[in-house]
């Protein structure tokens, strides 16, 4: 069922047997995991149904001078369904190389290997609705996938990987409906967690408080509580609460908070193909229906040779502010940026500011290409804005016939890179966090010796030319701000509280019944996207809180 | 209506077995198990001229018979040992047969009998649905079932519920749900499609309809008839549609199916109410859409305890319908969209 905290009494004593704090992706998921099952479960969400303004302001914070990571209520949302109402889609899992052991990337190692967290993997791509989890070409397309651009036997890169897209669903508009019809889990809308309150000796939750914008102030007890609440309010809920942690819950090796990353991601360089090449494909929809995209994946081998991080690319149409790809649907869509959503438009345009002059020469691209102009358009409707699967991205082949090379790198975990609590409180009363994002050495080092690579690669196997200005990538990996929507790390999983903020059950070190959910306790960042690998540990957590109460007896 | 016979122990496997409405696909299907459990199946049917093209190359013996009457049903049911009582058709014909053979029932108090029921008389319950559910289907089918059930209640009957029987040659459950993928409008159903397919193969109840008759403690049960897991619809539709080839699987929106059900079913069932299929697209119904959604699983735990027949995973029974399928009809058109 789902109920709205502001129709209860302050005061209110809610009695539960799981306890989830936020409805995005993994709470959504760790709940459908209980329907049907005797365990009662509350998910507790700080939003309504539909994004308010004041809930969403909740969100805010502040950011280290001069860092280009994005405002702290963007690419995030506050609501029944969290951010997976904004989320893009891309789906990929982590590879084996990012559980393991790097010498040249210290402090990235899991707790557990690959092989853990693989039998997850195949139920997280169907609940992100991504089709199979077949994320090789070979494995997607049996009878062969079609892109000429990609030869295989490059030496740094496999041409066999892929990434699929969810429709992208939204966790809220898809399975709001089984949540609603479970007769055992309670969604409760408007209901923010404020503080974990412990046991006397601090080693379990003893309730937790939680309060509505509407000056509602509710106690809810549970066996047990996860959070679930996302990169950045995990550790803030974490750091609030030192009712018998001085330092907050989970922090007393002061890990909270730290080693927070996004992705190292930019546009660079320009890609030319061979003369008579045929023009590559973008996207190809696998048979359960899902768009696959090829990429250039930069192996583990040659990580290890090379001792760099996760790092992959893709073919990506040229930077748009730049009316000379002579591509009306290009400059169509730069020119259409101000009705385009935040979260997109920052990364489609960055934050060029365009001359008078280079604004004529969009207009005249747009008007030298009608014909293409209204073929972008009629794709666009039917397969973006009509459709229930949606076309994943802007994918549009320039006149000029050259690219750019889109790359999406691991960053590395930096304890100095991290998220403090402000003198500054929200609406609730809460300390709004202070993020100071940082990007370090190691990070440009693997986006400059992967370019380099492959280029190399490019130009060996003749398929197609790289160029770039090496002195372009640290500018290319900031120019559009720190990856938005990625927040990873900041309650990283280790076997020793010295190191981390969960063991490798995803439980708070320390305490004995409050788990968390969700990329904050990810060791390391992977070059792929975020939300498959949470939904797929959500689903492991899941059966470990279910292996917990037969052994245990805690429900 | 009938008295509370007692029913006599299982049946003798050589025993003729009568079987109203053996001509349709469910008939037949009970008709081949009991053959191959070495029963002497009798296949029962009101138009006898159809027993030849409907049986297929089975080569059973039938007797013409109005199963609304009484009187004719007692003379079909002389000499068997056991009935199952498979009678399709609308409400008023299954209604009227089950209370004609409560009657004849009466009148030959050693005869077994075994009713084929349906999952619709739990109508939208939803959650793992056991025997003693209360039976609130209201559609007209259903409501139907629910009054057989009553009319043979009393009489020792074995009420088998299957869920949805389908199999190779089985059009409602196999060649309907392809057609419709091949044509695009079925596909990944998204929230529509997560409710549970409790798909049983017609050879499954077959086996069931004989283990019901040999065990003498099914006597007077109703017992589901469900494989153990039921997968979600979601993800029958996709396997079917990969399986016929009819990739890749369309995502239907939610605006596509309220146009479906809302738009197009109603005049297209009128349609074909009236003057048959004649190569109409098929309705994408209310109640077909219901069904998607609903996320019912039949409790097959009594099955097991009295029955224990071997069952066929769902999604193994729907590719060995897809090659029936293409067989009978060709594979579907392969789409792509590349950009």
């Known amino acids: 069922m789902i109920e709205d905290a502001n ?5 209110t004593r809610l009695e539960t047997d799981l306890c989830i704090v936020g409805a995005g992706a993994a709470g959504i998921t760790l709940a459908l995991q209980f329907e049907h099952r005797r365990e009662r ?15 969403q302001a909740l969100y805010e914070g502040a950011i280290a ?4 990571h994005p405002p702290l209520a963007r690419y995030r949302r506050r609501v029944f369904g969290g951010s997976t109402q904004i989320w893009g889609g891309r789906c990929v899992p982590f590879d084996p190389i990012d559980f393991e052991t790097r010498p040249w990337a210290p402090g990235s190692a899991w707790p ?24 090789s070409a070979p494995a997607a397309f049996p009878a062969g996938m079609q892109n000429p651009l990609f030869p295989s036997g490059l030496d740094h890169f496999s041409e066999t990987s892929i990434e699929r897209f969810s429709c992208p669903t939204n966790f809220a508009a898809r399975y709001g409906r089984r949540l609603k019809a479970a007769r055992n889990i309670t969604v409760l809308l408007h209901a923010n967690a404020t503080e974990i309150c412990t046991t006397a000796d601090g080693s379990a939750v003893a309730a937790l408080s939680v309060k509505t914008l509407a000056h509602r102030h509710l106690v809810v007890h549970a066996k047990n509580t996860v959070l679930a609440a996302g990169g950045l309010e995990v550790p803030r809920l974490l750091l609030v609460s030192r009712d018998r942690h001085p330092h907050g819950i989970g922090n007393a090796n002061d890990q909270v908070g730290r080693n927070y990353m996004t992705h190292i991601a930019g546009t660079i360089g320009e890609i030319t193909l061979p003369a008579g090449a045929p023009r ?9 229906g899902a768009y696959c995209r090829r990429r250039f994946a930069l192996t583990e081998t040659a990580q290890r040779e090379l001792q760099v991080g996760n790092f992959i690319a893709r073919l990506h149409h040229p930077r748009l502010h730049d009316p000379a790809h002579r591509t009306g649907a290009l400059s169509a869509v730069f020119l259409a940026k101000p009705f385009i959503g935040f979260e997109y438009a920052s990364r489609l345009h960055g934050q060029t500011r365009l001359s008078i002059a280079a604004r004529v020469a969009h207009a005249r691209n747009i008007l030298g290409d009608l014909p293409g102009v209204a073929a972008f358009a009629a794709h666009w409707l039917r397969h973006r804005t009509l459709a229930a699967r949606k076309f994943p991205s ?28 402000t003198d500054a409180y929200d609406a609730l009363g809460l300390p709004k966090i202070h993020l100071d994002w940082r990007p370090s050495e190691a990070d440009f080092r693997t986006v400059g010796i992967s370019l380099a690579a492959l280029a190399s690669d490019f130009a060996k196997s003749r398929c197609a030319s790289l160029h770039y200005d090496p002195a372009d990538v640290a500018i290319s990996v900031v120019r559009d701000g720190a990856y938005g929507g990625h927040h990873i790390g900041t309650a990283r999983i280790s076997l020793s509280p010295r190191d981390g903020v969960v063991d490798a059950n995803c439980r708070v070190h320390g305490m004995k019944n409050l788990f968390i959910a969700g990329s904050a306790v990810f060791p390391s960042s992977s070059q792929a996207n975020p939300t498959l690998t949470i939904v797929a540990m959500t689903l492991r957590l899941a059966e470990r809180l279910m292996q917990k109460e037969k052994e245990e007896v805690l429900f | 209506m009938a008295s509370g016979a007692m029913r006599l122990p299982g049946c003798a496997a050589d025993e003729r077995v009568v079987v109203l409405g053996g001509s349709g696909f469910v008939g037949r299907a009970i008709l081949r198990a009991l053959a191959e459990a070495g029963f002497h199946p009798v296949s029962a049917h009101r138009n006898p001229r159809l027993a030849p093209h409907s049986m297929g190359s089975d080569d059973f013996e039938h007797q013409a018979c109005n199963a609304k009457n009484p009187e004719a049903l007692m003379r079909v049911l002389r000499g068997a040992g056991c009935v199952v009582n498979a009678v399709l058709g609308d409400a008023a014909t299954m209604v009227a047969a089950s209370r004609a053979l409560a009657e004849a029932a009466a009148a030959m108090p050693a005869c077994k009998l075994v009713h084929i029921s349906s999952m619709a008389v739990y109508g939208n319950a939803g959650g793992l649905v056991a025997e003693s559910a209360p039976l609130r289907g209201s559609s007209r089918y259903a409501a139907a079932k629910i009054a057989c059930e009553a009319a043979l209640a009393g009489t020792g009957a074995i009420i088998l519920r299957p869920g949805l029987v389908y199999g190779p040659g089985g059009e409602q459950w196999a060649g309907r749900l392809f057609r419709l993928l091949r044509a695009g409008r079925l596909g990944d159903l998204g929230e529509h499609g997560d409710g549970r397919c409790n798909f049983v193969h017609a050879r499954d109840l077959g086996a069931a309809v004989v283990a019901a008759l040999h065990n003498p403690l099914a006597a007077g049960h109703a017992i589901n008839v469900a494989h153990s897991s039921a997968p979600r619809w979601n993800q029958v539709l996709l396997r079917g549609a990969r399986a016929i080839g009819a990739v890749p699987a369309a995502r239907i929106p939610g605006w596509r199916l309220n146009a479906e059900t809302r738009l197009f079913a109603p005049p297209l069932y009128a349609v074909q109410k009236l003057a048959g299929r004649r190569g109409l697209p098929e309705p994408i119904t209310a109640s077909l859409r219901g069904l998607f959604a609903q996320d019912i699983t039949l409790d097959h735990r009594l099955a097991d305890r009295l029955l224990g027949f071997g069952r066929t995973p769902p999604l193994q029974g729907l590719a060995e319908c897809a090659g029936w399928f293409i067989e009978t009809y060709g594979i579907a058109r392969q789409q792509g969209l590349l950009f």
């Open chain 1, 41 to 55: 479960v509350l998910l507790l969400e700080s939003g309504g149904l539909r994004p308010e303004r004041a809930t």
């Open chain 1, 394 to 421: 802007l994918a549009v082949h320039p006149r000029h016939g050259r690219y750019s090379l889109d790359f999406h790198a691991e960053q590395a975990p930096n304890p100095e890179s991290r998220i403090t609590l």
């Open chain 1, 280 to 288: 590559p494909i973008f996207y190809q929809r696998a048979a359960d």
């Open chain 1, 65 to 68: 001078a001069g860092s280009p």
């Open chain 1, 112 to 135: 557990f290997s690959y092989a853990d967290i693989l039998p997850f993997y195949e139920n997280a791509a169907e609940l992100c609705e991504t089709g199979e989890f077949a994320f």
């Open chain 1, 7 to 11: 129709t209860l009494e302050s005061g």
